[in-house]
T-cell receptor
Framework: DAGVIQSPRHEVTEMGQEVTLRCKPI?????LFWYRQTMMRGLELLIY????????DSGMPEDRFSAKMPNASFSTLKIQPSEPRDSAVYFC???????????FGPGTRLTVL | RKEVEQDPGPFNVPEGATVAFNCTYS??????FFWYRQDCRKEPKLLMS???SGNEDGRFTAQLNRASQYISLLIRDSKLSDSATYLC?????????????FGTGTRLLVSP
Protein backbone atom coordinates (compact mmCIF):
# COMPACT_ATOMS: atom_id res chain seq x y z
CA ASP A 1 0.00 0.00 0.00
CA ALA A 2 1.49 3.35 -1.02
CA GLY A 3 2.23 5.83 1.69
CA VAL A 4 2.06 9.60 1.45
CA ILE A 5 3.77 10.78 -1.70
CA GLN A 6 5.49 14.13 -2.02
CA SER A 7 7.19 15.85 -4.90
CA PRO A 8 9.69 17.14 -5.59
CA ARG A 9 12.01 15.57 -3.02
CA HIS A 10 14.50 18.39 -3.39
CA GLU A 11 14.01 21.91 -4.68
CA VAL A 12 16.64 24.59 -5.08
CA THR A 13 15.43 27.97 -6.22
CA GLU A 14 16.37 31.60 -6.15
CA MET A 15 14.84 34.25 -3.97
CA GLY A 16 11.71 35.70 -5.50
CA GLN A 17 10.76 32.59 -7.44
CA GLU A 18 7.50 30.74 -7.00
CA VAL A 19 7.73 27.29 -5.43
CA THR A 20 5.01 24.63 -5.54
CA LEU A 21 5.17 21.54 -3.36
CA ARG A 22 2.86 18.61 -4.02
CA CYS A 23 1.34 15.90 -1.89
CA LYS A 24 -0.77 12.81 -2.43
CA PRO A 25 -2.23 11.49 0.84
CA ILE A 26 -2.92 7.87 1.66
CA UNK A 27 -6.09 6.75 -0.07
CA UNK A 28 -9.08 6.94 2.27
CA UNK A 29 -7.52 9.39 4.68
CA UNK A 30 -9.68 12.45 5.26
CA UNK A 31 -7.19 14.70 7.05
CA LEU A 32 -4.16 16.24 5.41
CA PHE A 33 -1.49 18.29 7.15
CA TRP A 34 1.39 20.44 5.95
CA TYR A 35 4.36 20.84 8.31
CA ARG A 36 7.64 22.67 8.11
CA GLN A 37 10.77 21.47 9.91
CA THR A 38 13.85 23.54 10.73
CA MET A 39 16.67 22.96 13.16
CA MET A 40 15.70 25.97 15.24
CA ARG A 41 11.93 25.55 15.42
CA GLY A 42 11.46 21.83 14.91
CA LEU A 43 8.31 20.56 13.26
CA GLU A 44 5.57 23.17 12.91
CA LEU A 45 2.04 22.68 11.63
CA LEU A 46 1.29 25.13 8.82
CA ILE A 47 -2.23 24.18 7.77
CA TYR A 48 -4.57 21.21 7.77
CA UNK A 49 -7.52 20.10 5.68
CA UNK A 50 -10.50 17.92 6.51
CA UNK A 51 -12.36 16.44 3.55
CA UNK A 52 -10.49 18.84 1.25
CA UNK A 53 -11.57 21.91 3.21
CA UNK A 54 -8.93 24.07 4.95
CA UNK A 55 -9.77 24.10 8.65
CA UNK A 56 -6.90 25.90 10.36
CA ASP A 57 -4.22 27.90 8.58
CA SER A 58 -3.04 29.80 11.64
CA GLY A 59 0.40 28.26 11.26
CA MET A 60 0.99 29.70 7.79
CA PRO A 61 3.78 32.19 8.34
CA GLU A 62 2.55 34.92 6.02
CA ASP A 63 0.57 35.72 2.91
CA ARG A 64 3.34 34.43 0.69
CA PHE A 65 2.23 30.93 1.65
CA SER A 66 -0.93 29.35 0.29
CA ALA A 67 -2.29 25.81 0.21
CA LYS A 68 -5.02 24.10 -1.75
CA MET A 69 -6.64 20.71 -1.84
CA PRO A 70 -8.73 20.46 -5.03
CA ASN A 71 -9.61 16.80 -4.41
CA ALA A 72 -9.12 14.02 -1.91
CA SER A 73 -5.93 12.78 -3.52
CA PHE A 74 -3.95 15.95 -4.12
CA SER A 75 -2.76 19.01 -2.28
CA THR A 76 -0.30 21.81 -3.02
CA LEU A 77 1.65 24.24 -0.88
CA LYS A 78 2.80 27.32 -2.76
CA ILE A 79 5.30 29.96 -1.74
CA GLN A 80 5.31 33.14 -3.80
CA PRO A 81 7.69 34.90 -3.70
CA SER A 82 10.16 32.63 -1.94
CA GLU A 83 12.77 33.94 0.49
CA PRO A 84 15.96 32.37 1.93
CA ARG A 85 14.30 32.03 5.34
CA ASP A 86 11.77 29.66 3.77
CA SER A 87 14.54 27.07 3.42
CA ALA A 88 13.40 24.02 5.37
CA VAL A 89 12.01 20.51 4.96
CA TYR A 90 8.29 20.54 4.22
CA PHE A 91 6.34 17.45 5.20
CA CYS A 92 2.88 16.43 4.23
CA UNK A 93 1.00 13.99 6.48
CA UNK A 94 -2.39 12.35 6.41
CA UNK A 95 -4.62 10.58 8.88
CA UNK A 96 -7.99 8.87 9.05
CA UNK A 97 -10.86 10.57 10.88
CA UNK A 98 -8.39 12.81 12.72
CA UNK A 99 -7.16 9.82 14.67
CA UNK A 100 -3.89 10.60 16.20
CA UNK A 101 -1.59 8.50 14.06
CA UNK A 102 -0.39 10.72 11.28
CA UNK A 103 1.54 9.21 8.41
CA PHE A 104 4.21 11.43 6.98
CA GLY A 105 5.52 11.67 3.46
CA PRO A 106 9.26 11.68 2.78
CA GLY A 107 9.36 15.49 2.72
CA THR A 108 10.55 18.13 0.29
CA ARG A 109 13.90 19.71 1.11
CA LEU A 110 13.64 23.32 -0.05
CA THR A 111 16.64 25.59 -0.44
CA VAL A 112 16.09 29.21 -1.41
CA LEU A 113 19.26 30.98 -2.46
CA ARG B 1 8.10 28.96 26.52
CA LYS B 2 7.79 26.10 24.03
CA GLU B 3 4.69 23.97 24.32
CA VAL B 4 6.77 20.76 24.32
CA GLU B 5 10.34 20.82 25.60
CA GLN B 6 13.03 18.19 25.21
CA ASP B 7 16.73 17.97 25.86
CA PRO B 8 18.24 18.11 22.35
CA GLY B 9 21.16 15.83 23.26
CA PRO B 10 22.94 14.19 21.64
CA PHE B 11 23.00 11.23 23.95
CA ASN B 12 26.01 9.08 23.13
CA VAL B 13 25.69 5.57 24.53
CA PRO B 14 27.38 2.20 23.86
CA GLU B 15 25.47 -0.75 22.54
CA GLY B 16 23.60 -2.54 25.30
CA ALA B 17 23.19 0.53 27.46
CA THR B 18 19.94 1.81 28.90
CA VAL B 19 19.04 5.38 28.07
CA ALA B 20 16.16 7.60 29.13
CA PHE B 21 14.68 10.70 27.52
CA ASN B 22 12.44 13.20 29.20
CA CYS B 23 9.94 15.68 27.91
CA THR B 24 7.70 18.30 29.51
CA TYR B 25 4.59 19.92 28.08
CA SER B 26 2.87 23.14 29.06
CA UNK B 27 -0.75 22.69 28.01
CA UNK B 28 -2.68 20.96 30.78
CA UNK B 29 -5.53 20.32 28.31
CA UNK B 30 -3.32 17.92 26.35
CA UNK B 31 -5.02 14.59 25.97
CA UNK B 32 -2.79 12.18 24.10
CA PHE B 33 0.91 11.60 24.09
CA PHE B 34 3.33 9.89 21.76
CA TRP B 35 6.91 9.25 20.88
CA TYR B 36 7.86 9.52 17.23
CA ARG B 37 11.17 8.46 15.79
CA GLN B 38 12.93 10.33 12.99
CA ASP B 39 15.95 8.90 11.22
CA CYS B 40 18.45 11.24 9.62
CA ARG B 41 16.92 12.95 6.56
CA LYS B 42 13.76 10.86 6.84
CA GLU B 43 10.20 11.51 7.92
CA PRO B 44 8.92 11.09 11.48
CA LYS B 45 7.25 7.78 12.26
CA LEU B 46 5.15 6.81 15.24
CA LEU B 47 7.18 4.80 17.73
CA MET B 48 4.58 4.35 20.45
CA SER B 49 1.72 5.97 22.25
CA UNK B 50 2.07 6.87 25.91
CA UNK B 51 -0.63 5.85 28.35
CA UNK B 52 -1.24 7.10 31.87
CA SER B 53 -0.49 3.71 33.37
CA GLY B 54 2.77 3.43 31.47
CA ASN B 55 3.32 1.01 28.62
CA GLU B 56 5.99 -1.17 27.18
CA ASP B 57 6.81 -2.28 23.66
CA GLY B 58 9.74 -4.66 23.65
CA ARG B 59 12.81 -2.74 24.76
CA PHE B 60 10.91 0.54 24.91
CA THR B 61 8.99 1.79 27.95
CA ALA B 62 7.00 5.01 27.99
CA GLN B 63 5.60 6.76 31.04
CA LEU B 64 3.36 9.74 31.63
CA ASN B 65 2.94 11.91 34.70
CA ARG B 66 -0.05 14.17 34.12
CA ALA B 67 0.36 16.01 37.41
CA SER B 68 3.89 17.06 36.53
CA GLN B 69 3.15 17.25 32.79
CA TYR B 70 6.10 15.02 32.13
CA ILE B 71 6.69 12.19 29.65
CA SER B 72 9.57 9.76 29.49
CA LEU B 73 10.96 7.12 27.15
CA LEU B 74 13.30 4.38 28.33
CA ILE B 75 15.28 2.28 25.87
CA ARG B 76 16.89 -0.87 27.23
CA ASP B 77 19.68 -2.86 25.60
CA SER B 78 20.36 -0.16 22.99
CA LYS B 79 21.06 -1.28 19.44
CA LEU B 80 23.01 0.53 16.74
CA SER B 81 19.73 0.78 14.84
CA ASP B 82 18.20 2.83 17.66
CA SER B 83 20.34 5.80 16.59
CA ALA B 84 17.83 8.44 15.59
CA THR B 85 16.07 11.53 16.85
CA TYR B 86 13.17 10.89 19.22
CA LEU B 87 10.33 13.39 19.10
CA CYS B 88 8.01 13.90 22.04
CA UNK B 89 4.51 14.64 20.74
CA UNK B 90 1.47 15.95 22.54
CA UNK B 91 -2.03 16.35 21.18
CA UNK B 92 -4.28 19.21 22.18
CA UNK B 93 -7.88 19.92 21.25
CA UNK B 94 -8.22 22.05 18.13
CA UNK B 95 -11.42 22.68 16.21
CA UNK B 96 -12.76 19.16 16.54
CA UNK B 97 -9.60 17.13 16.29
CA UNK B 98 -6.42 16.59 18.21
CA UNK B 99 -3.65 18.85 16.97
CA UNK B 100 -0.20 17.33 17.34
CA UNK B 101 2.54 19.51 18.81
CA PHE B 102 6.05 18.20 18.34
CA GLY B 103 9.09 18.74 20.48
CA THR B 104 12.31 19.56 18.69
CA GLY B 105 13.63 16.09 19.43
CA THR B 106 16.39 14.33 21.33
CA ARG B 107 19.17 12.85 19.29
CA LEU B 108 20.50 9.41 20.24
CA LEU B 109 23.76 7.97 18.98
CA VAL B 110 24.48 4.34 19.82
CA SER B 111 28.07 3.28 19.21
CA PRO B 112 29.64 -0.21 18.96
Amino acid sequence: DAGVIQSPRHEVTEMGQEVTLRCKPISGHDYLFWYRQTMMRGLELLIYFNNNVPIDDSGMPEDRFSAKMPNASFSTLKIQPSEPRDSAVYFCASSYRGLNTQYFGPGTRLTVL
Amino acid sequence: RKEVEQDPGPFNVPEGATVAFNCTYSNSASQSFFWYRQDCRKEPKLLMSVYSSGNEDGRFTAQLNRASQYISLLIRDSKLSDSATYLCVVSTPNTGFQKLVFGTGTRLLVSP
